[in-house]
């Protein structure tokens, strides 16, 4: 019979309805222990999950930069964790100065967390990236000073999807110019140059998540799909990969990049391959603004080698809404905005609400576990590790989480600390330089935690430590 859930009261405290757990961190503040409600098989289990609550969430702060969804922000409010909230990102004088005493903040793409930025936020355990990039994070500075990084890498992807689509009709019939020159009372009803999409092809590069999608959506519609990716990838529906980046585009009608930030995907597109694609083509990048090369675009633009194209990203982007997207920007701003068939739009790829929504969801609920579990399942700078939730009848139990460098004979040390307890599961992985450790130790009482929490912290491999109770 599965047991009810229990208020149990925190250790030193008069009871108080569901503050029943906290932690010693390298922070001054306590982060506390979450644990995840039981799974559809937690009937046959002998004893509930422990629904547990931060012991002193007030302590907990939270900075949310770029307005981020209010599903996000409710979540992260609910646990009674302090969460500030602005609209827009900032300048870097004032991040470092906003950064020095939060424990978690979230961002978007336009917030840039570089090493001169993290090395200020000496609380700091978990960043929240709401979007798919976390190029605006040095990562493996995050990694080895332990601060952990989430993003939401699909809840966008029907978004992005759904706009390549609508902008490949609209290319195809040259909606864009056709809407400007009614909006400024020209008429303008012709044929020539207007295609329908049906029995072309579509080359995508980049064959993940939002690729993929693109690709039933394209096939719906009556494109033959074609898509070049660096791995071998299952084909959807009727798809063909291709072999080579060169094959594609002289075989497709349609091209649209679907590829990360990456040193070898810089300028993936540009001069040589305009020169490869078909004439009276189309090109659309709604990935990384790195990836096309601007000017070379404009060229083949101007010589008449593409019929148009669309660009969501670009490689400097405004910080804010605004008169920004200027020479002031980029130099080439105005002879790109001059362009005929040339869709620009401001990096909204996933800006829909149901986009928005979900990322808000995903994200700020990874944000939970770790602060409150440790759990790194999801980051994308660090080992994964996770541990079954504590039950309700393990009352005395308390995991210890040690961040480490990855280096000969750490594991024996811990060990030789944790030795003098009952280690009921533990569990650590690495990735590179850093490795990760999770364990939970049971009969620890309040001196013994203590005790755990400053004799880890005296290890010269130690990183990070944070022990949740």
């Known amino acids: 019979m599965v047991s009810p859930a229990l208020d149990i009261p925190a250790i030193g405290q008069a009871p108080i309805a569901r503050r029943v757990s906290n932690s010693w961190s390298a922070s ?34 939270i900075l949310l930069l770029e307005n981020v969804n209010q599903t996000g922000r409710d979540i992260l409010s609910k646990q ?27 961002i978007r793409s ?18 929240g990236c709401f979007c798919i990039g976390t190029n605006q994070v040095d990562l493996q500075y ?39 020159e009614l909006h400024n009372g020209t008429w303008n009803k012709v044929s020539s140059g207007c295609w329908e999409v049906r029995g072309k092809t579509l080359g995508i590069i980049g064959y993940g998540h939002i690729g993929s999608q693109l690709s039933v959506l394209a096939e ?35 091209i649209t990049c679907h590829v990360p930030e990456l040193p070898e995907t810089k300028n993936m597109i540009s001069t040589k391959q305009f020169e490869l694609m078909r004439t009276g083509s189309y090109l659309i990048n709604a990935s990384r603004g790195s990836v096309v090369d601007i000017p070379a675009l404009i060229s083949a633009s101007r010589l008449g080698k593409i019929a148009g194209a669309a660009l969501d990203v670009y490689p400097s982007e405004p910080a804010g809404n605004g008169d920004y997207f200027t020479s002031d920007l980029n130099t080439w701003t105005e002879d790109l905005r001059g362009l005929k068939n040339i869709i620009l739009t401001p990096h909204i790829g996933g800006s829909t609400e149901e986009a928005q929504s979900a990322i808000g969801v995903e994200v ?15 980051a994308v700078n660090m080992a994964e590790v996770s541990l079954r939730s504590l039950t309700l009848d393990e009352p005395d139990h308390v995991r210890v989480i040690y961040i480490h460098h990855n280096v000969p004979g750490v594991l024996r040390r811990v060990n030789e600390i944790l030795g003098d307890h009952n280690v009921d599961k533990q569990m650590t992985d690495s990735r590179g330089d850093v490795a990760y450790l999770m364990a939970d130790i049971s009969d620890v009482n309040i001196t013994g935690i203590k005790d755990l929490y400053e004799s880890l912290e005296s290890l010269s491999s130690r990183i990070k430590t944070r022990v949740l109770y």
Do not use: C, W
């Not at 390549?164 to 290319?171: F, T």
């Open 28 to 61: 001054a503040s306590p982060v506390a222990s979450f644990h995840s409600p039981p799974s559809s098989f937690g009937a046959l289990r002998k004893a509930s999950a422990k629904q547990l609550k931060p012991f002193a969430t007030e302590d907990i702060k």
């Open 80 to 106: 009674g964790y302090q969460v500030e909230h602005l609209k827009s990102s900032l300048p870097e004088d004032q991040l470092i100065e906003k950064i020095r005493d939060v424990h978690v903040i979230g």
């Open 110 to 127: 336009k917030t840039k967390l570089t090493a001169k930025v993290l090395q200020e936020a000496k609380n700091l355990i978990v960043v």
């Open 142 to 180: 995050a990694a080895e000073h332990g601060i952990a990084v989430f993003n939401s890498p699909f809840s966008n992807s029907r978004s992005v999807a759904e706009l390549v689509i609508a902008e490949i009709v609209a290319l195809a019939r040259q909606l864009g110019d056709r809407s400007n």
């Open 220 to 254: 719906a519609m009556g494109m033959t799909v074609i898509y070049y990716d660096v791995v071998n990838l299952m084909a959807m529906g009727t798809a063909r990969q291709v072999p080579t980046l060169e094959a594609l585009l002289s075989g497709a009608d349609f």
């Open 364 to 378: 700020a609920e990874a944000l939970v576990r770790y602060v409150n579990e440790g759990t790194t399942l999801g």
